[in-house]
């Protein structure tokens, strides 16, 4: 690949993706995020056979909704927001 024109020098990686909500009952706000290595975390979901999964997801800042990725090739590095971390996002008192 050729840069034609260089970007912004970011801080660690980053690719852009949108909120859908995908493998989380769906419901993203369709927001375009530009999400780094350290936005995007691990959750695991288990069934009911005793296996697990693990998936790369990543929290809307607009509306708290997760939505899972594909592989993205970069070090994982962030946290998941807890539960009211999460609740709290998209849901700011209006003024
Ligand atoms: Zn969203």
Redesign the pocket.
Known sequence: MQVLKAGRKQRGQAIKLT?T?KGNGGG????K?LVGQYDLYNTHSSHYDGSTESYITFC??????E?DVERTGFDIRGTRPSANERARM?HEPSS
């Open positions: 909120c909500g993203g706000c369709g927001a995020l809307c800042p607009e509306c708290g909704t939505t998209g």
